[in-house]
């Protein structure tokens, strides 16, 4: 009987030895395929061959612009909304696997798309030959869809002028308990946000805004201000939020100025602007911060290694740089297309022009480089 | 022994269904949770690919470095390991304790006093389980946020003009209450089987010899049961060491940390190393409350309480004390069952939050169309495909997975009973228990990695429908394993027997003599997985592709993205399929969740 | 001194009656058996006595002392009662030793704890069961077990002992032991018996008074003896004997002097030994001892032919055809009988109970004759 426990265990372990390493290592970094020119009429052709497409997206209105791009091509879309570190795991793991999931996606957080999809070829560039001279060459590799930013953005009720005009103010004990800002572990972009300010320029940005704010020059316990402005403002008990959505409304709601010393403010995405009008909140942007308004990141649209409808895949790519392509976000204040010939919001948004001075950027391999480093320095504070 | 011999002894096992069962199981079990096991051990020396950076090691190469900074580390130790763990353990301790507390005295109310409204109470009283949990979290905010956050102020705050302190609407405090009051439902279950098996004589015995209400309850009943209900705690400890949601809501505003919301950002961030240790940890100290189980269950003083069925059950009179109890405990249930299912039903037709004015009530979030100005045009749940499908997967998944887990923790159930006190048997009783102490998170993150790619037989899996099979079938056997072993030791072996000697084959044995006497045992096998899956969220969320979406990851998508309108009618939703389900069975079956699975 | 009373007690639950209007009077020191076949009710009496189950109707008096009222309200608690209890699966409680078991009722009387010591010492002593005093229940036989729950029933000394069915769980030698046991504890506890049983032999052999019940409705309250000899009803009279009793029916062929028609052939003669109303036609039942049957070779009162034979060498049990009607006779000594052999049935000086078919109530007692 022993014996026989014995050969039962045995096989009942035999395909741990069998399986349990099997293919872990991701596959040497294949080649991004050749990139064949075809014209406009012939891609249409081929893309209706293929009849679908499959894309991953990390906003929920791809589902409105998939509708567009069927009713146009007569193309079916298998559209898919998931967060960004699902949609990172989830090619990173169809393309290991070898399965063939997303024919491009719709993603964010540059720093972890070019360090885990895009240099280990899972993902590639491709950008659409119709729209080579029209997008700005800086947002073509990798090719950036649309811009989003988000913004320090605080209660305007009773107010003509925004409280708000240094970002030293939030790690004030006077403002203690005051900012609202989503978790940036939740969201890479934030976290994105949070290493940018810690680059030279940005550091240095921060130190001199220290000084117009106190007159004294900054003493450093950390690396550089970036680092000292993060520690300060989760030291004064920055209060962190799960969704953009909610932290506006907790902002905006109305009736709250008058109970407090300090009107509600958070720094979240400027599409929630529009809540002012359509939930009836109260919310207006701070747009003359020192020494930044809040940052802004990308979509990129990016093609996937295993696509089964390559064409499809492009097609539908250079749709969401055409006006009807970008409506489902244009119609909303807040995101700018790289195509600027799309329009935005007139009544309550301004051109991106407008905008980028006042942000911090996102540039995915400083991002990729640094972050981990900003992750752990976090680890510290936030929890 | 001659070689023929053995294979006459061979021929003679392989023989006996039961012993063929167990085999099979443990083969199966032991792949599908000790190579997950292995796998977690191993990932916690790996550097994966996000790691790469600052491990300075090439991907898949072997390191202690996630080891070192989650133990030795000093401050990032401390806050990304140490004090979450002993957040982790406190919370579990008080809302264990809370919810066999309320989990107790509704079971012991229910079972032995002639209280009033049994039914309703004891069907009403298992809504806060059926419900995710964080949906009770949501409500918590609903009704007692504070400025802290802003926004609308709590219901509380309105109706009272109080400001809730911080400490009461974020963090220890509101976790504790409301996982206490979602995990109070699984042990009025456990507590209330424990109840009905035990023998009431052994109580009015005592109070024959003079032993007041006290002392009975002091030095016979809660004695006698406590081997039971500490299995019980044990069991609920577990889960709710486990569960993540609700932290994740309450805490953040507070950042009150615990294991698994550390967990999820680190298995879904820049370094699942830290994550899979994080696992481990849970792991053991699951592994370690199983084995306090068996030593506490296998002592001296141990007894089954299974009596067959327990004579002459003498209902405690209430006396005086019946209609205001009654009262009591009616209103206590309609405040955490009843008043959370309207507050939901009532925000889903608000369109701005806190205003309850009959202007700003809408049906956009069920019906409408969708407006591009409020939720990116959302179509209201009603007519959005994306529900539907959702809907369809869940009904499909939750009822394959109990077809599954059901049937499997039917036939282990027999076999480890048949065979029992022999060491195959429980190998396979402890692999059928083992996936409870698996984090649901980390479950579901292992198997994504391990099916991902084709294993020996096994397609990659990845993405595919069966994979969230698998997982769920596997994640939930121990609930049907244990209503499976009970309904078989409360059978003599004898009534199989008489069928085998009248030459009945095995298969009509269990179908027409087994299943038939311990119907109801059985379907509440089937039952609890169902319930579990129509509501999980964590084992399935790394799992889920566009076309295998079920309803909690919708739910939980927009509780996130802020859309509590949607969230909230989906939520709805789930809990009177649920609640519908729960009542057509026990129309036609007589068995139901609050009948429970038996004593554990 | 202990006497128990119930006045009109009925117990429902529900739709269902379990008792009916019960009223029987237990007397100090008497050991009375409640005796019937399963769900007769007899069990809910004992427990309501006790104070564990509450009577939807009626009074209990227990030492003139009311401990339950309808009318009153009135609901003494059962450890107010000064009552013990011993139940059908004994109820020892698995966490304890037996000597903590047999304790227990001490403590919660507050007894010091050199009194418990000496108290549970002679229990043990007197039950027979001093060596297991450290052990489990769970590490007991079901006779040891039993004499546990003995000994921690009697530990406080009650005045008044209830049973339910204490023997029904143990083997049949086991039993025998422990029912004069029993006889033995009632005597020298010198305290109020009553007990539950379905067992005809343990009611006649143990009590001084039987309570015979049947769907609620209390049957005969009697001394064994007296329910034996003169049951009240058919139904009594078929569940008190082993062997039971022959209950042959027929009709009255004419009233005085009382001649009885049983089949075509057979016709007796009944002489009652007192008055007894019965009408011509009337549709009767003959209650027949199996002992008062002798069965002889010559000739006799009737004749009747041998269907079996059953010697168990002190008696022999006789299955006998007399006209097609099926009878019992016992036969004392080791004789055996041959099957199909025609023989003479004789009633002797018996006396016998005639029943009223209807109702199935006792008509009258008397003896036998051929016409």
């Known amino acids: 009987m022993k014996k026989l426990l014995a050969l039962v265990l045995v096989a009942a372990l035999l395909p741990i030895g069998l399986f349990a390493t099997g293919s872990k290592e991701a596959p040497a970094a294949a080649v991004a395929p050749v990139v064949e020119e075809l014209s406009h009429d012939e891609l249409v052709a081929r893309a209706k061959a293929e009849g679908k497409v499959v894309v991953y997206a990390t906003s929920s209105r791809i589902a409105k612009a998939a509708e567009g791009f069927t009713k146009l091509y007569g193309i079916q879309v298998e559209s898919s909304n998931l967060k960004d570190f699902e949609l990172i795991e989830k090619v990173a793991k169809e393309a290991q696997a070898g399965v063939s999931g997303a024919d491009f996606v719709l993603a964010q957080d540059a720093g972890r798309l070019v360090g885990e999809l895009i240099e280990p070829g899972y993902l590639y560039n491709y950008v659409p030959p119709t729209l080579k001279d029209v997008i700005p060459v800086s947002m073509q590799n990798p090719l950036q869809a649309f811009a989003i930013n988000k913004v320090f953005i605080y209660n305007d009720e009773g107010l003509d002028k925004s409280p708000y005009y240094n970002i030293w103010q939030f790690a004030d004990p006077k403002y203690k308990s005051l900012l609202q800002f989503k978790n940036p572990f939740q969201e890479g972009v934030n976290a994105n946000f949070l290493t940018m300010i810690t680059n030279d320029y940005w550091s240095k940005k921060i130190a001199e805004a220290y000084k117009s704010y106190y007159g004294k020059d900054i003493v450093l316990t950390t690396a550089n201000a970036g680092f000292e402005w993060i520690k300060a403002i989760y030291e004064n008990d920055l209060i962190v939020g799960t969704s953009d959505t909610t932290i506006a409304e907790n902002v905006g709601i109305k009736g709250q100025n008058a109970k407090r010393e300090n009107p509600p403010v958070g720094l979240f995405v400027f599409s929630k602007a529009r809540y002012a009008t359509s939930k009836n909140l109260a919310l207006k942007p701070a747009m003359d911060m020192e020494p930044f308004a809040g940052f802004y990141y990308s979509l990129y649209a990016l093609m996937a290694k295993s696509a089964k409808n390559p064409h499809a895949a492009k097609l539908f790519i250079e749709y969401l740089f055409t006006e009807e392509g970008f409506s489902p976000w244009g119609s909303d204040c807040g995101t700018y297309s790289a195509n600027p010939n799309n329009p935005i919001q007139e009544d309550i948004d301004f051109p991106f022009e407008v905008w980028m001075p006042l942000l911090v950027e996102e540039e995915g391999a400083y991002c990729f480089d640094n972050r981990a480093e900003v992750e752990e320095f976090l680890n510290q504070y936030i929890y | 022994m001659s070689a023929k011999s053995k294979l006459n002894q061979m021929k003679a096992f392989i023989k006996k269904p039961h012993n063929i069962i167990l085999v099979v199981l443990l083969v199966v079990l032991g792949y599908l949770t000790l190579v997950p096991l292995l796998t977690i051990i191993l990932d916690t020396v790996t550097v994966h690919s996000s790691e790469a950076r600052f491990v300075k090691k090439p991907v898949g190469s072997l390191t202690l470095y996630h080891w070192t900074k989650m133990f030795a580390s000093g401050v990032t130790s401390q806050k990304t390991f140490y004090e979450p763990f002993v957040n982790t353990m406190v919370v579990a301790f008080l809302s264990c304790v809370l919810a066999i507390l309320i989990g107790g005295f509704f079971a012991w109310t229910v079972t032995r006093t002639n209280i009033r409204a049994k039914a309703f109470i004891s069907t009403v009283f298992v809504f806060p389980y059926i419900m995710p949990a964080w949906t009770l979290a949501m409500a918590w905010l609903n009704f007692f946020r504070n400025s802290r956050i802003g926004g609308a102020p709590g219901l509380f705050t309105v109706f009272t003009g109080m400001e809730t302190p911080n400490w009461f609407a974020y963090g220890l405090f509101p976790i504790v209450i409301v996982q206490g009051l979602h995990y109070a439902p699984f042990a009025y279950i456990l507590i209330g089987g424990i109840l009905r098996n035990m023998d009431a004589n052994l109580e009015e015995a005592a109070m024959?010899?003079?032993?007041?209400?006290?002392?009975?309850?002091?030095?016979?009943?809660?004695?006698?049961?406590?081997?039971?209900?500490?299995?019980?705690?044990?069991?609920?400890?577990?889960?709710?060491?486990?569960?993540?949601?609700?932290?994740?809501?309450?805490?953040?505003?507070?950042?009150?940390?615990?294991?698994?919301?550390?967990?999820?950002?680190?298995?879904?961030?820049?370094?699942?190393g830290y994550g899979y240790i994080m696992a481990l940890v849970m792991i053991v100290i699951g592994v370690g409350i199983l084995m306090l189980n068996q030593w506490i269950t296998g002592r001296r003083k141990s007894y089954t309480t299974i009596t067959g069925k327990s004579s002459n059950i003498s209902l405690f009179n209430l006396r005086k004390a019946r209609t205001p109890l009654t009262i009591l405990l009616v209103t206590i249930l309609m405040m955490v069952a009843i008043l959370p299912l309207a507050s939901f039903a009532i925000e889903s037709f608000i369109m701005a939050p806190g205003d309850y004015s009959f202007s700003n009530f809408t049906t956009?979030?069920?019906?409408?169309?969708?407006?591009?100005?409020?939720?990116?045009?959302?179509?209201?749940?009603?007519?959005?495909?994306?529900?539907?499908?959702?809907?369809?997967?869940?009904?499909?998944?939750?009822?394959?997975?109990?077809?599954?887990?059901?049937?499997?923790?039917?036939?282990?159930?027999?076999?480890i009973a048949k065979r029992r006190g022999s060491r195959l048997s429980t190998w396979v009783n402890n692999l059928t228990f083992f996936p409870y102490l698996m984090p649901s998170m980390a479950f579901g993150a292992i198997f994504l990695s391990m099916f991902a790619v084709r294993r020996g037989f096994i397609p990659a899996l990845y993405g595919s429908f069966w994979l969230l099979v698998i997982v769920g079938a596997v994640k939930y056997l121990p609930f049907a394993s244990r209503s499976g072993i009970n309904a078989m030791l409360q059978l003599s072996g004898e009534i199989e027997e008489a069928g085998t000697i009248m030459g009945v084959g095995w298969l009509k044995r269990m179908t027409r003599i087994i299943f038939p006497i311990q119907k109801t045992t059985f379907i509440s096998g089937y039952l609890l997985p169902f319930i579990s899956c129509m509501r999980e969220l964590s084992l399935f969320i790394l799992l889920v592709s566009p076309s295998t979406r079920i309803l909690t990851t919708l739910l939980f998508q927009y509780n996130e993205k802020g859309w509590n309108q949607y969230a909230n009618a989906i939520n709805l939703m789930i809990v009177v399929i649920v609640v519908g389900f729960n009542l057509l069975i026990n129309k036609l079956t007589g068995a139901s969740i609050d009948k429970g699975i038996g004593n554990n | 001194m202990p006497r128990i009373e119930l006045q009109h007690i009925t117990k429902k639950f529900g739709k269902f009656v379990a008792v009916d209007d019960l009223n029987m009077v237990i007397d100090d020191r008497s050991f009375v058996t409640l005796l019937g076949p399963s769900g007769c009710g007899k069990t809910t009496t004992l427990r309501m006595i006790a104070g564990l189950e509450t009577p939807t109707e009626g009074v209990i008096t227990i030492n003139d002392k009311i401990v339950f009222s309808s009318e009153d309200g009135i609901d003494v608690p059962p450890d107010k009662r000064d009552v013990g209890f011993l139940f059908q699966n004994y109820a020892l409680w698995p966490h304890m030793t037996v000597y903590k078991n047999i304790a227990f009722g001490l403590e919660n009387l507050k007894w010091s704890k050199d009194a418990i010591k000496t108290r549970v010492e002679e229990l043990l002593a007197m039950l027979k069961i001093s060596e297991f005093a450290a052990r489990y229940p769970s590490e007991l036989s079901g006779g040891q077990q039993q004499r546990v729950a003995i000994a921690r029933t009697l530990a406080t000394g009650p005045k008044v002992l209830f049973m339910d069915e204490p023997l029904s769980n143990l083997d049949a030698k086991l039993r025998m032991e422990m029912r004069s046991e029993l006889k033995r504890l009632h005597?020298?506890?010198?305290?109020?018996?009553?007990?539950?049983?379905?067992?005809?032999?343990?009611?006649?052999?143990?009590?001084?008074?039987?309570?015979?019940?049947?769907?609620?409705?209390?049957?005969?309250?009697?001394?064994?003896?007296?329910?034996?000899?003169?049951?009240?009803?058919?139904?009594?009279?078929?569940?008190?004997?082993?062997?039971?009793?022959?209950?042959v029916e027929g009709m009255v062929l004419q009233g005085k002097p009382l001649i009885l028609k049983i089949t075509n052939q057979v016709h007796l003669s009944f002489h009652p030994k007192t008055d007894i109303a019965v009408e011509q036609g009337q549709a009767i039942v003959l209650g027949l001892r199996p002992e008062h049957i002798a069965v002889l070779e010559q000739e006799s009162d009737v004749e009747a032919e041998i269907l079996s034979s059953l010697p168990s060498g002190m008696e022999t049990i006789i299955a006998l055809s007399m006209d097609s009607i099926r009878l019992h006779s016992v036969v004392f000594g080791d004789i055996d009988f041959e099957v199909g052999k025609r023989v003479g049935l004789s009633f002797g000086d018996g006396i016998f109970n005639l029943f009223d078919k209807a109702s199935g109530r006792n008509l009258g007692q008397g003896t036998l004759s051929r016409v």
């Open chain 2, 364 to 415: 956009e979030f069920w019906i409408g169309k969708g407006r591009a100005d409020i939720a990116n045009s959302e179509p209201g749940i009603l007519r959005n495909p994306s529900i539907w499908l959702g809907l369809t997967n869940s009904l499909k998944l939750s009822i394959i997975i109990s077809l599954i887990a059901g049937t499997v923790g039917m036939l282990s159930g027999y076999a």
């Open chain 3, 187 to 247: 005597r020298e506890t010198d305290s109020t018996f009553v007990y539950v049983t379905h067992d005809q032999l343990e009611a006649m052999t143990l009590s001084s008074m039987v309570c015979l019940m049947k769907n609620g409705y209390m049957q005969q309250y009697a001394p064994p003896l007296e329910v034996y000899r003169k049951p009240a009803n058919t139904f009594t009279a078929d569940f008190v004997g082993s062997p039971n009793i022959n209950l």
């Open chain 2, 208 to 272: 024959l010899l003079h032993a007041n209400r006290i002392q009975i309850m002091m030095k016979v009943t809660l004695p006698i049961v406590r081997p039971a209900l500490l299995s019980t705690f044990l069991l609920v400890f577990s889960s709710t060491m486990s569960a993540f949601a609700v932290p994740a809501f309450l805490g953040s505003p507070v950042r009150y940390q615990v294991l698994t919301t550390q967990m999820y950002r680190t298995l879904n961030g820049m370094n699942p």
